[in-house]
């Protein structure tokens, strides 16, 4: 298990945009960037407190806002046309993850 951290990478259509971080290394652990909405599927489905997710979100944010300028991942717009049936593959993790 990787300790994660959220970080907010752009809006798009009038939505945030997220990818986890590898707390440890800063390396980005997601293939593409993700919604809120996966966030929170992903999260819930592990165990994580709505509150707990919503106070990391909106770090997220806050940081997204103070750090706007500095280097950021590219959103992918081909993710866009993915299902969400799938969360593992589309956070680009693997089962035993």
Same mark, same amino acid.
């Given at each position: 298990?990787?300790?994660?951290?959220? #970080?907010?990478?752009?809006?798009?259509?009038? &939505?945030? /945009?997220?990818?986890?971080?590898?707390?440890?290394? !800063?390396?980005?652990?997601?293939?593409?960037?993700?919604?809120?909405?996966?966030?929170? !599927?992903?999260?819930?489905? /592990?165990?994580?407190?709505?509150?707990?997710?919503?106070?990391?979100?909106? #770090?997220? /944010? #806050?940081?997204?806002?103070?750090?706007? !300028? &500095?280097?950021?991942?590219?959103?992918?717009?081909?993710?866009?046309?993915?299902?969400?049936?799938?969360?593992?593959?589309?956070?680009?993790?693997?089962?035993?993850?």
């Amino acid at each position: 298990m990787v300790d994660v951290a959220i #970080k907010k990478v752009s809006e798009r259509d009038g &939505k945030d /945009r997220f990818v986890l971080i590898n707390a440890t290394t !800063r390396e980005v652990v997601t293939v593409h960037d993700i919604s809120e909405t996966t966030l929170r !599927r992903y999260f819930a489905d /592990r165990g994580t407190s709505d509150a707990m997710l919503t106070d990391c979100l909106n #770090k997220a /944010r #806050k940081n997204y806002g103070e750090n706007a !300028r &500095k280097a950021s991942v590219p959103a992918n717009d081909a993710q866009e046309t993915m299902g969400d049936d799938d969360l593992l593959f589309e956070l680009g993790l693997g089962e035993d993850d």
